[in-house]
């Protein structure tokens, strides 16, 4: 077996890999299998190999509770290595789903236990992180809803997952990404979708509240957003509640979404039956809609006066007196094929790095780019000295960003941080949650192609 030689030669994180499995114990935990798909994404056949959860269906959206116990056996009945990988969650690095650094990955006919209690409320998603390129062109992004523990009072809950697909004109896959593209902005799907329908258009309640999960899943894609028939406001980003608000999203100030990154929407939906409200997406060839919603039924003659903000999560405060700076340089770096692309896939290229080291691969056996002490505030100095935007994400912890060469930003809590062109964004966080931690950019693209490594924090 080729995995027993992987077990054999390299010493990462085997140890780790078994400790979910030794909770078997536990009453029926949710069963997620990964396999193959086939679904009619355009209207014209059927798409054909397509990645998800059952056989003919999107992934589902998964809702779990703050402070309650989750615990999904994720089966690989694909033919490849995969992992799953739980996006923004604050939960233990066994849990992680970062093959090689976490886990093992997961052969066809393997299975792990996932076994976490977020500790947090929000919009989160889920994804492999072994084969990501390939089993995320395939479609596996799904969204996950951490629900407060108390009903913040919405008469709908809508997630839009928004990604695109590489689709040729018969409706099947083309390549995932082109080398041009890998070494630039990323390849572009040209099939848009939202929760994998284009233009679908979705019921809510007339003059009801809406809770609108927009969810950025897509590989490569940064969402320039506005609605302009609504009534609304954001209430929360990136998973969490606001600690500063945003400002409305208008077609010249748009809300923008890098790909992993989310915005909760509170929204007045109207008060005649029909009446739509557009989520429109400023993309090259002009604004396209993502999503309608139509008002349904009598109006509900809500406010959105009458909403209680939303309870904030319990997230560490960074001590600013006296914190340590970490630089970490973001840029260009032609190399050639990665040393070591283990089971979980290589494009065949270096294009990034981070400190001037491109990622050699999952199986690479690199160390960490920093380590940090557990309990202590750092800054992290994001410097991009690159000229395309870099969605940057930690695992594990949340963080703060505090200031930006370029412009002022919000210090609201992220997981995901999209460092535009030549920026340099200071980003605070308490290294609180021990662990090897995956720190990469979002464009899969480009953290399959160097721009990847991780954080310890011991
Ligand atoms: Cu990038």
Redesign the pocket.
């Known amino acids: 077996m080729k995995r027993r030689h992987f077990l054999m030669s390299t010493g990462a994180a085997v140890g780790l890999a078994t400790a979910g499995l030794g909770r078997r114990a536990l009453a029926a935990p949710l069963r997620l299998t990964i396999q193959s798909a086939r679904y009619d994404l355009t209207g014209t056949a059927p798409t054909e190999g397509m990645v998800s959860l059952s056989p003919d269906a999107p992934p589902p959206v998964l809702r779990l509770r703050q402070g309650e116990r989750f615990v999904a056996e994720v089966v690989n009945t694909f033919d490849d290595y995969t992992t799953m990988h739980w996006h923004g969650m604050r939960i233990p690095v066994q849990m992680d789903g970062v093959p090689y650094l976490t886990q093992v990955p997961m052969g066809q006919g393997d299975s792990y236990l996932y076994d976490f209690t977020p500790p947090d409320a929000g919009t989160y998603w889920y994804h492999p992180h072994c084969n990501t390129m390939a089993q995320m062109a395939l479609g596996l992004t799904g969204i996950l809803i951490v629900e407060e523990p108390e009903d913040p009072g919405f008469d709908a809950d809508i997630p839009v997952n928004m990604r695109d697909f590489r689709l040729g004109d018969d409706g099947q896959f083309i390549a995932f990404y082109t080398p041009r593209g890998a070494a630039r902005d990323g390849t572009f799907g040209a099939v848009h979708t939202a929760n994998w329908q284009i233009d679908p258009v979705e019921e809510a309640p007339a003059g009801g509240l809406v809770r609108l999960r927009l969810v950025a899943t897509d590989t490569t894609r940064v969402y320039k957003l506005h609605l302009p028939d609504a009534e609304g406001r954001i209430i929360a980003f990136d998973g969490h509640p606001l600690n500063q608000p945003l400002p409305w999203p208008t077609a010249d100030a748009p809300l923008i979404l890098g790909p992993g990154q989310r915005a909760d929407i509170a929204l007045k939906m109207p008060a005649v039956e029909g009446a739509e409200i557009a989520v429109l997406n400023d993309q090259p060839g002009g604004l396209r809609p993502v999503i309608r919603l139509r008002a349904s039924g009598a109006d509900r003659g809500r406010d959105l006066a009458d909403l209680r903000p939303l309870p904030p999560n319990p997230l560490p405060t960074p001590d600013l007196s006296d914190p340590e700076v970490i630089e970490f340089v973001i840029g260009w770096a032609p190399g050639g094929p990665p040393a070591n692309d283990g089971y979980c896939g290589s494009l065949g290229y270096t294009f990034?790095s981070i400190n001037r080291v491109s990622w050699q691969g999952d199986a690479s056996g690199a160390g960490p780019l920093a380590t940090m002490e557990r309990g202590r505030t750092y800054i992290l100095r994001l410097r991009n000295e690159s000229p395309?935007d870099?969605?940057i994400h930690l695992h594990g912890m949340s963080f703060l960003p505090l200031t930006s060469n370029l412009r002022d930003i919000a210090r609201n809590w992220t997981d995901t941080a999209l460092l535009l062109q030549y920026e340099t964004m200071d980003v605070a966080l308490v290294a609180d949650n021990p662990g090897d931690w995956a720190f990469h950019?979002h464009?899969i693209e480009?953290q399959k192609t160097g721009?990847a490594g991780y954080l310890r924090v011991t």
């Open positions: 990034w395309n870099h969605p950019c464009v480009h721009l």
